[in-house]
């Protein structure tokens, strides 16, 4: 295991009860549209995604459809790199509804936002106030309670969703997708139908995010806002690269981190370094020998549910990467059986 790169707040860690792990799991109506994620078996699927990554991540199974989240080409979800990972590190996880239409069947905190709207079209986030009330609450309680929380996300759509609030903020960087392909064409057409419906000045952040955003934007903006003394670690690519320029644009706040992989590094290596710059920190992860997840050598489903994050926090803890690797094949393994 390796970890390169920017602060190495990570080598700090030594105690599972420092850390509080955070997955904001949402919708947004971007999925739906075709060619844009792969972050389920068909586009109408993409909004099972984030109920199935959070019964994964809890129990180690899905529980509300017998079906694991996969592309379309069959390769299965990163929760499963998550969960073994979790497993082996014994943090403590909480799931966050961050815009849920199926709520999953495990313990999580409900917010009854619903998903984001389809931001070419109409406001994204109807219910924004509230989600940043709620999470400027979750904040709150949590401050200080734990040394490091890390904030994963599992949003399908939400790359797209990214690129269109960068473009707004007047970053021009491309972001990632789950496909081996960036579908940039689409991405493009929908951003400029966004701006044709609503276009507003780069300095407006609260109005870029409801116009174009996802609750996990919301979110987090809320839950950082009221997080001083403990660290937060953004744990994805480029979508939480975003969510880290918000954060330091809107709450200019300091001790925060973006953790991710080296897939997104190689997809998007100027878009992180320029954004996160020393604050950077990625995981050097080697799936080529594990049927199934050796896909992510070849270029798919660079990031998801803070699983980069998740595999250094479970080597720094145990500083055994063999028993991390066994741990994801153990549980990949249970899926197929």
Request: charged fraction near 25%; include cysteine.
């Amino acid at each position: 295991m390796e970890v390169i790169n920017g602060n190495k707040i990570y080598e700090k860690i030594n105690d599972k009860d420092d850390v509080l792990y955070i997955l904001l799991a949402g919708t947004t109506k971007i999925s739906a549209i075709n060619g844009v994620s792969a972050a389920g078996e068909s586009p109408e699927l993409t909004e099972l995604t984030p109920t199935l990554d959070s019964e994964i991540i809890h129990s180690g199974k899905c529980l509300s459809y017998n079906v694991i989240p996969m592309t379309s080409d069959g390769i299965p979800t990163p929760a499963i790199i998550t969960r073994a990972s979790n497993e082996i590190s014994k943090i403590n996880t909480l799931t966050i509804d961050s815009g849920l239409t199926e709520y999953p069947k495990i313990p999580f905190l409900y917010t009854g936002l619903r998903e984001a709207k389809n931001f070419s079209e109409e406001t994204a986030l109807k219910n924004y106030e509230n989600a940043v009330n709620y999470g400027e609450y979750i904040g709150k309680l949590i401050d200080n309670k734990y040394k490091y929380i890390f904030i994963a996300e599992s949003v399908p759509g939400g790359t797209t969703t990214a690129y269109v609030v960068l473009k707004a903020l007047g970053y021009d960087y491309m972001t990632s997708s789950s496909l081996s392909k960036n579908p940039d064409t689409i991405k493009n057409d929908l951003i400029d139908r966004a701006f044709k419906r609503v276009k507003l000045d780069r300095n407006d952040y609260n109005n870029i995010i409801r116009e174009y955003g996802d609750y996990m934007m919301a979110l987090s903006m809320g839950i950082s806002k009221n997080v001083k003394k403990s660290n937060i670690i953004y744990s994805g690519g480029t979508q939480m690269a975003n969510v880290y320029l918000l954060d330091k644009l809107m709450n200019r706040s300091e001790n925060r981190y973006v953790f991710t992989t080296k897939y997104v590094m190689n997809d998007r290596n100027n878009l992180m370094k320029k954004i996160v710059n020393n604050n950077l920190i990625y995981s050097n992860t080697d799936f080529s020998n594990i049927n199934g997840l050796n896909y992510y050598e070849k270029g798919y489903v660079k990031e998801g549910t803070g699983f980069g994050a998740a595999f250094g926090l479970s080597y720094i803890l145990t500083e055994n990467e063999k028993e991390i690797y066994n741990s994801i094949k153990r549980v990949y393994n249970s899926f197929l059986n």
